[in-house]
């Protein structure tokens, strides 16, 4: 069973539309990371969480430490924002336990 | 803003030949990490180095492959022996510390192996 599952793993959205990318892990960790892949391979990281919520432009991340749980929000989506969205957790050392990855697809 | 860089973004080498996977860390911070990417499959980690030696390392990072910081700058990654198998993208990544400040990464160096 992989230690960080997200879903769903495939999304399409029309432009507009209001995105929720769910991650749920089942290790203790120290804080969660929310990354963006583009194609060509670059892994932008976009928030790190330990607790609550944070927003930035029109994203927006919160974590349930109690239900080991994080969601990404897109508000109004664009098709910019078409990517590959990694969960990945840091545990009791540093490393990051990464998950499988969200593709999104947001259409015009 | 500060950025991870990697050297070379493609490499295409024979089985069996060295490869040396080049990262110049963002200059304050005193962590450092090797991930990989299979392609089709999820990111992984290879190994963190911290005042110059490895802190934690993962069962891929066999003794086939090691890192280095040869200077105040670099952090390398070498595979001694390529295998077909390690054809993937390589992520270099750097913290200035290991809780309250995430970690960047570089653009990463897709490896092929013939």
């Known amino acids: 069973k992989n230690e960080v599952e997200q879903s769903p793993q495939n999304l399409t959205a029309q432009e507009g539309e209001f995105i929720t990318i769910n991650c749920s892990y089942s290790?203790?960790?120290?804080?969660l990371h929310w990354l963006q892949q583009h194609p060509g391979g670059g892994i932008v990281s976009l928030f790190m969480?330990?607790?609550g919520k944070k927003k930035h432009g029109r994203l927006i991340a919160t974590i349930n430490i109690q239900e080991k749980h994080s969601s990404l929000h897109i508000t109004a989506s664009h098709p910019r924002d078409s990517a590959v969205y990694i969960c990945?957790?840091?545990?009791?050392?540093?490393?990051?336990?990464f998950g499988t990855g969200t593709l999104l697809a947001v259409q015009p | 803003e500060p950025e991870v860089t990697q050297t070379p973004s493609h490499q295409v080498t024979q089985m069996g030949q060295e490869v040396i996977l080049r990262c110049v860390p963002i200059?304050?911070?005193?962590?450092f990490y090797w991930y990989r990417q299979i392609l089709g499959q999820k990111v992984e980690f290879l190994v963190s180095?911290?005042?110059?030696?490895?802190?934690?390392k993962s069962e891929i990072f066999d003794d086939q492959f090691s890192v280095e910081r040869p200077d105040g700058s670099n952090f390398t990654l070498k595979i001694r022996s390529t295998k077909l198998e390690d054809s993937a993208m390589y992520f270099c990544?750097?913290?200035?510390?290991?809780?309250?400040?995430?970690?960047?990464f570089g653009d990463g160096t897709r490896l092929s192996i013939l």
């Open positions: 990544a750097s913290g200035r510390d290991t809780r309250g400040q995430p970690q960047h």
């Open positions: 290790v203790g960790i120290s804080a």
């Open positions: 969480l330990s607790s």
């Open positions: 990945a957790v840091r545990g009791a050392t540093n490393k990051l336990i």
């Open positions: 200059s304050n911070h005193l962590y």
């Open positions: 180095f911290y005042n110059n030696e490895i802190s934690e």
